[in-house]
């Protein structure tokens, strides 16, 4: 018996370029341009539809970044951002069949725009307070609830520890950590929603391969990357991924 999944020739040629872009972000740009895969897929499959497909491509994707940063955590970051990332993907998972998601989209991307705005304005410089914890909950918890409804995570939290002026590897390695306990999160408010149903999880399977090229590109970047050069790339990522999301959530039609 065959199994259902999706055939579409446009499905997969924006699938496979967001599968290994994620990768690449998910071990060596901490999400910068990884949420940018769900719209991407989104051109051609609805965006629930996309995110559950992802599932076990990121469940893989996190266990080989985690176990390519194993030593390179910062814990006592990562005990602060776990509880407030929970909290969103609670949220969003209670109040995920009452949203709009064009709206969701457009608001964090009009968000990331904001953000990328404020720091080209106002530049942070070297001796630059860190940014209060009282709105690093606010953004992680609102990296949670993004990344439940759209695995758009990245953005939020990105804006709360890039200030932090951590290390390339250790950013990564956090970011790791971080998102693999939020999309391990997932699984059960996913299946209580009815996402992961047997067509989407062979879809899945069917991207799988694409997985480890781009987590083995962004491994070897994240290590021999500049830190100015790792941050602006981020940048652009964000900048990207901002213009994206309000693309759909408030122009395209």
Known sequence: MSLPIVTSWTFYAASVPAVILLGISKSGFG???????????????????????????????????LAAFRRDFDWKLLRFLIPAGLAGIVIGALSFRMLDERLVSGIVGAFTLVFLAQRLAF???????HPPKWLGGILTALSGFTSFVAHAGGPPINAYVMPLRLAPVVFTA???????????SKWIPYAWLGLLDLRNMATSIALLPFAPIGVVLGIKMARRIDPKLFYRLITIGMLLTGCKLVWDGFIAG
């Open 31 to 65: 999400a910068g341009f990884g949420s940018l895969a769900v719209p991407m897929m989104a051109m051609a499959v609805t965006v629930p539809e996309a995110a559950a497909i992802l599932m076990p491509i990121l469940f893989v994707m996190d266990v080989m970044g």
């Open 123 to 129: 530049p942070p410089r070297p001796d630059s307070p």
């Open 174 to 184: 956090t970011m790791s950590v971080f998102f693999f306990v939020m999309n391990l």
